[in-house]
């Protein structure tokens, strides 16, 4: 170890923190440690060893500190973000930008590396005085694979820790099998000055990533979507690496669909948050490997995924017994769960839609909550924030899947891409070819916003694969390392397009909760060759007789013809306004791949021809 952070280790650690940084051989980590100490000057340092008592410290220390509090239930806590430090901060997350740099147009905001480092640096100052910070390794993807990255955190939040405990898989190991090479991430997380628990100086909350030195500054907020560095923060350093290595980093979840004779098809779907992904990856008598993040890999010409993670930080709004009965059950029985931004009374946690009566008056992130509590605005305070959360391990999931940590992953024979859309694609199609599907689907995804950001809801939104807010990188060379990545695959995984949300005219969904259950039966189905398609101008579509059986074996539910109909007719103006959109923002990007803009071109003109033929709004029989 370098003289100089040994010093500061050995001044300012306990004896046995000490030996536990000492013992790894890592040059990079003594310095990040050594260096984050001389900057927040923490009272004390704990470093984690991932020992069954190192764990225990931290989960009782997230208590003793006050940042999460017991409930009834044994094992489970519940903590408060402040009042607006509820969803992820779009405003203040900036890429540092080294001079040379471009990361394109669509991207969200920068700030040049020297200037964001100093201003970052001056609010970091001793910021952790009184302290105690913990220091955290972490593998992202199962450990000792060909897709696992080390992950360190240092945060002087013990809920930050402890939810880290229960979402990334250890790494204390992986980082002493990786020696003194320096690749690895790094986040930097302080809540700053407290009041009442709460991050005080809103003001000053900023959210810097170097791209360049692979690490995230995260201050003065303590919402898990900024301050668990491992899920979107360093997924855009995730993104970066992929790409320059030939692999992909997405915003999907992992999940096995069972078939006929007791196979499991595998697959990966992009949502948007508050799209219906995680309630996707967990749907009762199918398999859940991960619900947020995956990385793919070309492994002897196949495509092959992991789970980055191995929690669920999940959105808990209109999780009930009727519609989420794997995610109920994991909330109710013993074992550790946080819960965050929930409706507390008498020791139980409450939320919207949770299909249970509410009590009259209790806390909640809003402080005392009573019923017909007003915002300034003059609004009702719900009981539980929209965006209110649990964090578990996959472990209290039923149906996890035996391969969840294969080193080498599952194979991945479908990708699905799904958005918020109340008026153009229907609720399931299949791709005609990958580039296809690359392009009209994963590129061509908008979304109607969500309150998993701070700021306005229900504006519809560019989402390419789910992505967008999270790329680090100009979104056309993104698009075309997907495009490239199909060039060495023997086996190509079936792309399908997907929209939970299509409404009637008059606003109305068309579609129920549960219809996803049995489209995902389809698309496996479609995997294998076993149900036929229609061939409609924006992809293959299912064809009625196959989901009224799947309807019926699946959720012993009759399907009329009539429902089919209005779900799968093809609406040709919206999707051709769509395209345009689309093309709107590639015109402008000058990395887009001249591929991109044939399909989207031919896309156009088979929806014309079928416009001329059949009208605006076309029935899917009309192309039989
Ligand atoms: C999402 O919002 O997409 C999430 C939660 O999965 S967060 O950690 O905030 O990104
Ligand atoms: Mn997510």
Redesign the pocket.
Known sequence: MQDRFDEILKARLTHDNYIKIADLTNHKIHQFVAETIELCNPDSVFVCTDSPEDIACIRRRATELGEEKSLATKGHTYHFDGYTDQ??DKANTRFLLPKGWDLGSSLEEVVDKDEGLLEMKGILKNIMAGKEMFVRIFCLGPTNSRFSISAVQLTDSAYVSHSEDLLYRPGYEQMRRIGDSPDFFRVLHSSGELENHISKNVDKRRIYIDLEDDIVYSVNTQ???NT?GF??LSLRLSIRRAMREGWLSE?MFVMGVHGPNNRTTYFTGAF??FCGKTSTAMIPGEAIIGD?IAFLRNIDGRVRAVNVECGV?GIIEDVNAKDDPLIMKALTDPGEVIFSNVLIAEAKPYWTGDGRAHPDKGINYSGEWFKGKKDKNGKDIPPSHKNARYTINLKALANLDPRADDPEGVEVSGIIYGGRDSDTWVPLEQSFSWAHGVVTMGASLESETTA?TLGKEGVRSFQPMSNLDFLSMPVGEYIAAHLKFEEQLKIKPIIFGGNYFLRDRDGKYLNDKKDKYVWLKWMERRVHGEVDAITAPTGYIPLYEDLEKLFREVLNKEYSFEDYEKQFTIRVQENLRKIERILNIFDKEPSTPGIFFEVMDEQKHRLLEAQEQFGDCIPPVKFQ
Do not use: I, L, T
Request: aromatic content about 14%; proline content about 7%.
């Open positions: 969803g992820r919402y898990a979507g668990v899920k979107k915003h948007p948050s947020d930080f998993a």
